[in-house]
């Protein structure tokens, strides 16, 4: 399926599309062919992570690599199996850097769209709370203190749905691409962004 994606045209507006997961693990197994080899399971959480985007799929095979490197350019010794809990330490990096992307999708939206994300990403996760329907988004922004006027949630979670920013499921709201909520949880907590004023 083709689409025009907001998250991630950060250059130019121009079609592009999410990979199957079978693309997904190629991005990441070819490169790295004779030097890592990936569990299955590690190939699964990076395409549920990214969604099968391949800017991310690449930075995260570059992490990777760069932490396996480290270990043997400081004279450790380890073997060339990437498990998932290696997949989730490059995971959790990645988050935390800059990303392009993400930043140029923060940059775009207003304050009332950082609040709704915000609450979101601080209220789910990729285990225990993977989506939110609207009234309970709505309870988790008033318990951050980012409340919004009424039914100003319901056209902001539609509209990102709308942009595949958001995945909408029944009735629920989750992120699409995990590591945004991530990025979202770990630069803009609930407390940062009650800074900025509403417009």
Same mark, same amino acid.
């Given at each position: ?26 991005? /990441? ?32 095979? @570059? ?18 199996? !990437?498990?998932?809990?290696? /997949? ?30 915000? @609450? ?36 902001? !979670? ?42």
């Amino acid at each position: 399926l083709e689409y025009s994606s907001i998250l991630f045209n950060t250059a130019q507006f121009r079609t592009v599309s999410y990979m199957s997961a079978a693309e997904s693990a190629e991005v /990441l197994t070819k490169p790295a062919r004779n030097i890592l080899e990936f569990d299955p399971a590690a190939l699964d959480d990076a395409y549920r992570l990214t969604r099968g985007q391949p800017l991310l799929l690449q930075s995260l095979g @570059a992490t990777l690599i760069n932490h396996f490197d480290a270990i043997v350019l400081n004279g450790g010794e380890r073997s060339n199996y !990437v498990s998932p809990q290696d /997949l989730d330490k490059a995971a959790a990096e990645l988050a935390q850097q800059d990303n392009a992307a993400f930043e140029q999708h923060w940059a775009d939206s207003n304050p009332a769209t950082h609040r709704l994300l915000a @609450a979101l990403a601080w209220a789910t996760d990729e285990t225990n709370r993977l989506q939110l329907d609207l009234s309970g988004i709505e309870a988790r922004m008033a318990e951050t203190r980012l409340t919004l006027p009424p039914k100003d949630a319901f056209k902001i !979670v539609e509209r990102l749905a709308d942009e595949e920013i958001l995945l909408r499921e029944g009735t629920t709201y989750r992120f699409a691409v995990p590591l945004y909520r991530r990025w979202v949880e770990w630069r803009w907590p609930p407390e940062r962004v009650r800074e900025e004023p509403l417009d």
